[in-house]
């Protein structure tokens, strides 16, 4: 296959909700057209997909290679999971593919799941979910902020948030109607207040300041 047809395909499998190809596909796909233009950043302008979202696609490597089965199969064939995944220890993750291919454990508990596990190092991984999901202390915090205060898309607020509080403990930005709700893990929500702090300013205050 040559570049064009490559570059045709990645286009077509990315920009639809219904994908034809699997994750393992399209991150071969994305490889070998990174290793013909030089870069990601080479891709990601020629296809029109953030380095983000491509660097995603490819953590599927980073996977065991039974877990890679599993995609190429589309078993599994979100790219949040896999990218999840990735970031989770072999012996961690393999624990995890049950509840995930069953689909009782979710996405927004990987998230969740991911910066507490590395607050217990020694647990067994599937114990630390049974935890998080009975505990009472183990919270998302939800900063709500009024979309007419910002001039800002949600994937934007999402990168600026991630800049300061770090990929895992910044879990979404989700659309509430006249809102937006940012949704964030405890060690994050410390980032931000610390930061407040520093600044001299309430938190709310801080976000609307970063955000508009």
Do not use: W
């Not at 507490?116 to 505990?135: C, F, G, M, P, V």
């Amino acid at each position: 296959m040559n570049q064009s047809e490559i570059i045709a395909r990645l286009i077509l499998s990315t920009k639809r909700k219904k994908r034809e190809l699997s994750i393992v596909e399209i991150a071969t796909d994305i490889a070998v057209l990174r290793d013909m233009l030089g870069g990601l950043k080479e891709v990601s302008k020629v296809i029109g997909i953030s380095t983000e979202m491509l660097n995603q696609f490819l953590s599927v490597f980073k996977l065991p290679t039974e877990i890679q089965s599993l995609v190429k199969e589309r078993k599994i064939d979100k790219v949040a999971v896999v990218f999840l995944l990735s970031r989770f220890s072999e012996r961690d993750s393999m624990q995890l593919i049950k509840g995930i291919c069953d689909r009782t454990i979710s996405s927004q508990e990987l998230k969740i799941l991911l910066p507490y596990r590395k607050q217990h190092l020694n647990e067994n991984i599937l114990d630390l979910i049974q935890t998080l999901r009975a505990s009472e202390n183990i919270k998302v915090s939800v900063i709500r902020i009024p979309k007419n205060i910002t001039r800002h898309t949600d994937k934007e607020i999402a990168d600026i948030i991630k800049d300061i509080v770090g990929i895992d403990d910044f879990i979404e930005v989700a659309q509430n109607h006249e809102f937006y709700d940012i949704k964030i893990g405890v060690n994050g929500v410390k980032k931000l207040r610390g930061l407040a702090k520093e600044r001299k300013m309430t938190l709310s205050t801080l976000i609307a300041t970063l955000i508009k």
